[in-house]
């Protein structure tokens, strides 16, 4: 077992189920899921969300499957309802500070499709103010405005 976990502060390696078990004993875990959503251009999905351009993901709601959860959620940030739920990618980990309590969020991606030509609309509720599919060349060019889980994600699937 080789878990990276993205803190505030920097970066932790855990390398044993031990390892992960120890650093989540006292740490709240809110499950996500998310997608790398590609057009018939293959050109990526993003979104731009308080100050950073990012993929769409967000909270397992009760009784719904990871599954659910990534195209529950894309829809819901991006006003899309044609997407298509491809195979499983990777999960990525980090944390965040949220009234008091230390949040360790594993963030389950998947590869989606969108054919055709739906009206992109940002949820605003969630703070996301634009929404564009973008090119290989021009989402290497966002890198730096990127989270640093989004960043790892899109350049190893992308």
């Known amino acids: 077992m080789y878990i990276t976990i993205h803190e505030p502060d920097g970066v932790i390696q855990l ?11 006292d740490k709240t875990i809110m499950q996500a899921a998310g997608g790398l959503v590609f057009n018939e251009k293959n050109e990526l999905l993003m ?7 990012d993929l769409p993901k967000g909270k397992l709601d009760e009784g719904e499957t990871i599954e659910q959860c990534a195209i529950r959620e894309v829809q819901e940030e991006t006003g899309l309802k044609n997407i298509k739920l491809g195979g499983f990618l990777t999960t990525t980990y980090h944390t965040y500070y949220y009234k008091g309590q230390t949040i360790l969020k594993p ?14 609309i940002p949820q605003t509720e969630e703070d996301i103010t634009a929404i ?15 989270y640093p889980t989004i960043k790892l994600v899109v350049e190893q699937y992308f």
């Open 107 to 120: 963030s389950h991606w998947y590869k989606m499709e969108n054919w055709g030509n739906e009206t992109l």
């Open 132 to 146: 564009q599919f973008v090119s290989k060349e021009k989402a290497y060019k966002l890198l730096d405005e990127m």
């Open 15 to 25: 390398e044993s189920e031990q390892s992960f078990k120890d650093y989540t004993k």
């Open 47 to 53: 979104i731009f969300r308080r100050g950073f351009w």
